[in-house]
């Protein structure tokens, strides 16, 4: 079985139950992310696979069986580099560990000084790197092993926000170009969706939801995870009869703004948000918030609001529980 297999694992510290029956396979040569808000367990899940934590009930299985259990790589979050060895040295402990001999070391090290682009920082000591440099050495460090299975703890999260993205498509690209199966913990959901081959949304004690991150963003099993993952329009019944819908749940990139004296919409709101404008509009008593590439007015002015048949709604139907806008 080329898998890494998690199987209905329960967790409880002292009397309080952490998650139960999370399981999950992940595909050898893989990234799989794991988000959440803070405290739902996603750390603890990682040190459980990791082999540095005990579960309270299930089982983890390294790519059929434990008696082939190979070697995981924990990187945490706060790098752990060694302050007093230089990024080469930092790179090699590990090889050094395992008594490779030094002519060895330095034809696995350099490659990996080139390819994490810190040539001409190999003689630098952990104080004198950015936080984006040590984030490289710390997985350097850990890719130089060949680890079966890496496991990375918020590896965005020292980072400055402009880094995050760049750190998160380097990782992808290593590791394929490695071929080590991932696993990583993360806050920074932009991050998870765009490197990872399978996300896994963990909400409320348990692993809702467990698919490609477009699945899991355009097919969200319920309204929890949905709005976990990004905003969601609400349209009750009379907004969709002016919209010609039936009732449903859009993500904002479905709906297309037209500057329209007559419109029925309002922009209450707007902020530039990096890539794209984010409009929050009134219209039938409801917000609706609506992207947009291009400049399409100031709070005060009406809007004609049109549905793009490319993006189809979340859900549609009858309106859940916990749907209230
Ligand atoms: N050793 C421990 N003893 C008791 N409770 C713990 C221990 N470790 C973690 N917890 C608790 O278990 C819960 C899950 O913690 P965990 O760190 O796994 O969450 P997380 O999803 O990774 O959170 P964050 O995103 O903030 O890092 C939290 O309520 C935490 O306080």
């Known amino acids: 079985m080329d898998l890494l297999r998690v199987t209905a694992l329960g967790k409880r510290f002292g009397g309080t139950e952490v998650f139960r029956d999370v399981s999950f396979d992940v595909p050898r040569g893989s990234l799989v992310s794991l988000v959440g808000p803070s405290g739902v367990g996603k750390t603890t899940l990682l ?156 909400l409320g004690g348990s692993l809702r939801q467990y698919a490609p991150p477009l699945d899991v963003y355009r097919r969200p099993v319920d309204m929890e995870t949905a709005r976990f993952l990004g905003p969601v329009n609400t349209i009750t019944a009379p907004l969709a009869r002016l919209l010609g819908l039936e009732t449903c749940w859009l993500r904002p990139e479905a709906l297309r703004l037209e500057p329209d004296p007559d419109g029925p919409a309002v922009i209450t709101a707007t902020h530039f948000a990096g890539h794209y404008l984010c409009y929050t509009l009134r219209v039938l008593d409801q917000d609706l918030v609506v992207y947009a590439l291009e400049p399409m007015g100031q709070p005060g002015d009406r809007m004609h609001i049109r549905v793009s048949n490319q993006y189809p709604p979340i859900f549609s139907g009858s309106l859940p529980e916990d749907s209230c806008a």
């Open 47 to 202: 040190h459980i696979i990791a082999g540095l934590e005990a579960a309270e009930s299930g089982t983890v299985t390294h790519f059929g069986g434990k008696r082939e259990r190979p070697q995981a790589i924990l990187v945490f979050q706060d790098y752990v580099l060694f302050p007093n060895m230089t990024v080469f040295q930092n790179i090699a402990f590990g090889l050094k560990a395992r008594k490779m001999k030094r002519a060895a070391i330095r034809d696995k090290v350099l490659p990996m000084l080139g390819y994490f682009h810190l040539e001409d920082r190999r003689d630098a000591y952990p104080s004198e790197l950015s936080g984006g440099q040590k984030q490289r050495v710390a997985i350097a460090r850990a890719m130089v092993l060949e680890p079966s299975l890496l496991l990375l703890d918020e590896p965005f999260a020292n980072l400055d926000r402009n880094l995050k993205m760049e750190t998160a498509l380097f990782i992808r690209s290593t590791q394929r170009s490695f071929g080590i199966t991932t696993i990583c913990v993360t806050h920074d959901l932009q991050e998870a969706l765009a490197m990872s081959d399978r996300i896994g949304v963990m």
